[in-house]
């Protein structure tokens, strides 16, 4: 399947520096005024030069007002799931059904290792992922019956009460590349978060990743239309077309972003910069645009 007829939606992805604290912050405020839906931030406790993004999120979401807010991914290993569940459903519920959930399983182990998390095998990384969710979305249940309690080999609760639930429903997308996570991602996730740069063939790798989770999710007695598809993007605005994708006139990315949609499925396009002008452009200019193609060419 290439297009899901998801909703298209547009989100800025801004590293969360230290110094000085108030940028990451005043570049939410122009996310917000810029019209876009969603302000993310990456998660690397393990990085001293980053202030810690829950914080962050966290004062983001009492400076806006509309928006909403998500961990790019946030880093499970160091981030417990039973306190990340009650950490999201908090925030989401004083914001008003702002927050969106974004995990990832682990990278820079080293780092991860060096603040005290457990260094995970791949096949790990995978099972802890797994776990992780049943725990985040087994408090958020609070029409379940009696306390929660789940056995894991990663994570075990053992009669957790149950809440605060959620203002809304909160998504939970993972950022997925090999085979074993992409089927994961098909079997439970709401979404699937990867980024551009990280794809092994560009563009091009997204129709045989899609296919990874969509057979998941039709396994798991899903639709495929169940996962939407997000990505993180970066590229250069300039004032003629630049001849490589996302290198161009606001027009140029619009028509290169509705292709992404129609031909792959991608709904949510999440700009990583942190320039003010890039991500006005990006709210005021390509997102329009973009949403005018794709629904004229779903309308034929």
Do not use: C
Not at 89 to 95: E, P, Y
Not at 138 to 165: Q, S
């Amino acid at each position: 399947m290439s297009d899901y007829g998801h909703e298209l939606w547009f989100g800025s992805f801004i590293t969360p520096t230290a110094r000085p604290p108030q940028a990451p912050v005043e570049l939410a405020l122009t996310s917000e005024k810029a019209g876009l839906d969603l302000v993310s931030f990456q998660d690397h406790p393990y990085q001293a030069a980053f202030q810690d993004t829950w914080t962050l999120m966290s004062y983001v979401a009492a400076r806006t007002e509309r928006i909403r807010i998500s961990g790019n991914v946030l880093s499970l290993p160091l981030r417990p799931p039973a306190v990340l569940a009650r950490a999201a459903a908090s925030l989401d519920r004083l914001t008003g059904g702002r927050v969106e959930l974004g995990i990832g399983a682990g990278a820079f182990w080293d780092g991860i290792v060096a603040m005290g998390g457990r260094r995970l095998e791949p096949s790990q990384a995978v099972r802890a992922m797994e776990e992780a969710v049943d725990v985040i979305r087994g408090l958020w249940a609070t029409d379940g019956t009696g306390p929660l309690r789940v056995t894991g080999e990663f994570y075990t609760v053992n009669g957790a009460k149950r809440g605060p639930a959620p203002a809304h429903r909160i998504p939970i997308r993972i950022g997925a590349y090999k085979p074993r996570m992409l089927r994961l991602t098909g079997k439970i996730a709401d979404g699937w978060l990867p980024s551009l740069g990280f794809l092994p063939k560009g563009p091009a790798s997204l129709r045989a990743m899609n296919e990874q989770i969509d057979e998941a999710a039709s396994a798991a007695g899903r639709e495929a239309t169940a996962v939407s598809r997000l990505l993180n993007l970066s590229g250069r605005f300039t004032s003629g077309a630049g001849g490589r994708l996302f290198e161009g006139t606001p027009g140029d990315w619009a028509e290169q972003i509705a292709d992404l949609a129609l031909q792959y499925g991608v709904s949510g396009f999440i700009l990583a910069s942190d320039e003010p002008a890039d991500l006005n452009r990006f709210g005021h200019e390509v997102a329009p645009r973009a949403r005018e193609v794709v629904q004229s060419e779903r309308a034929t």
